[in-house]
């Protein structure tokens, strides 16, 4: 074996995969509730995104932000008009969209510290690890970015009692993913805005995981009516190209002047058309509302046929981010589950996360719900 083994792989390989469900190498095949987690939104190679990017193949495939990039400029336009934004920067991942927005915040503002959140995820760079509330994230790597702040999720007063002045910003996830699906309350977000608007600390939502269309409206922040400075996104943004962005206010302009930050790859043509294709479909009115739908059909059929069993805690989330909390460890589950055919990912321990395609039909919501009252009805111990 050739590779660092930074990740604990699954014993078998996903050869194709077309809609929600993917085969093995064995040929055997499994609707899969995790979409890359939350990245295949449009389910495993949707036509429109496969053809936009092979009609770009045929043009040009990179040339760098030296270059006037006209379809990157059209993807960057889907982004803030659905987002009530002004401007979009693009990079490859969520972790760089979170860069970009720690270094906006902190140049924008003249000021170090950010406040974060216990049980975050941000990323895995220098900066966006020192952001994540978690230590076992950080563990091992010395001195971390200064100044990094981590507040208690969902504690409204921790907020109110912040002395926020000196913040460069407040981030924060919608919906904690890599946390454990654990949604923020309303109050709580009003709180941090409001804290923002006190103090002058820019108030900066990571959608990296919530974002497009995952929750079921372009982003998570707005089944608020929330009015963040800035928001990031990746994942499910090119449906499976590589690709993040971040958008802001248009008074942060000035901060992110010629020279002042850049990559290489970020929003080359063949992305900003997987952006392109990807949001033009998502970002429909039609489009969310049948999301919204399935997710207020398959969330019922959750709670009523699950919550009910032994060792299950809650099933809870929003569109298409799903957590099951149970009372053992949700590894055991999700190997289970694989084996009868369903996929599904961890949030921490004791979450079974379903992230299944926006596209997902009723008839794989009833299969998986099948599978999965099966797989948590019978009880098996740990080895
Ligand atoms: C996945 C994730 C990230 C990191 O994204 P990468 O593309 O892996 O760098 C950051 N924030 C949130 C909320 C995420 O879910």
């Given at each position: 074996m050739s590779l660092f083994p930074t990740y604990n792989r699954?014993?078998?390989?996903?050869?194709s995969g077309e809609g929600t469900v993917v085969r093995d190498d064995s040929g055997k095949e499994y609707l899969d509730f995790v979409s890359g987690i939350a990245v295949c939104n449009l389910g495993h190679r949707p036509l429109v995104v496969q053809e936009a990017i092979e009609e770009q193949l045929k043009k040009v495939w990179h040339v760098s932000n030296l270059y006037q990039i006209p379809i990157q400029e059209e993807a960057a336009q889907l982004l803030t008009e659905a987002s009530g934004l002004d401007y979009a920067f693009f990079c490859n991942s969520g972790a760089e969209a979170n860069e970009a927005a720690i270094k906006l915040a902190r140049k924008h503002t003249g000021n170090d510290k950010i406040i974060t959140f216990k049980q975050s995820f941000h990323g895995r760079t220098f900066a966006t690890m020192s952001a994540t509330g978690q230590e076992k994230i950080q563990e091992g790597f010395g001195t971390l970015l200064p100044t990094f702040e981590y507040l208690p999720f969902n504690d409204e007063s921790a907020v109110a009692e912040l002395?926020?002045?000196?913040?460069a910003a407040i981030m924060v996830e919608v919906i904690q993913g890599e946390g454990g699906v654990i949604e923020a309350d309303e109050a709580f977000l009003k709180a941090i805005e409001k804290k923002c608007a006190e103090t002058g600390a820019l108030f900066i939502i990571d959608e990296v995981q919530t974002g497009a269309g995952r929750t079921g409206s372009p982003f998570a922040f707005q089944h608020y009516g929330l009015s963040p400075d800035i928001i990031t996104s990746a994942k499910g943004l090119g449906s499976g190209f590589p690709v993040g962005a971040m958008a802001g206010k248009a008074y942060l302009k000035e901060s992110f002047s010629a020279g002042s930050h850049g990559s290489?790859?970020?929003?080359n043509p063949l992305a900003s058309a997987a952006v392109k294709a990807t949001l033009s479909t998502i970002f429909k009115d039609q489009f969310l509302h049948e999301v919204n739908e399935k997710s207020t059909y398959f969330m019922k059929l959750l709670k009523e046929n699950l919550e009910g069993l032994p060792g299950v805690m809650e099933v809870r989330g929003k569109g298409m981010m799903i957590g099951i909390e149970v009372e053992s460890e949700a590894i055991e589950y999700v190997h289970k589950l694989r084996e009868n055919g369903l996929l599904a990912v961890l949030a921490g321990p004791k979450v079974i996360r379903l992230l299944p395609p926006l596209t997902v039909s009723y008839q794989e919501l009833d299969q998986a719900l099948q599978l999965l009252k099966k797989v948590l009805s019978t009880e098996f111990s740990r080895t």
């Open positions: 699954f014993p078998f390989t996903i050869e002395m926020g002045e000196g913040a290489t790859f970020g929003g």
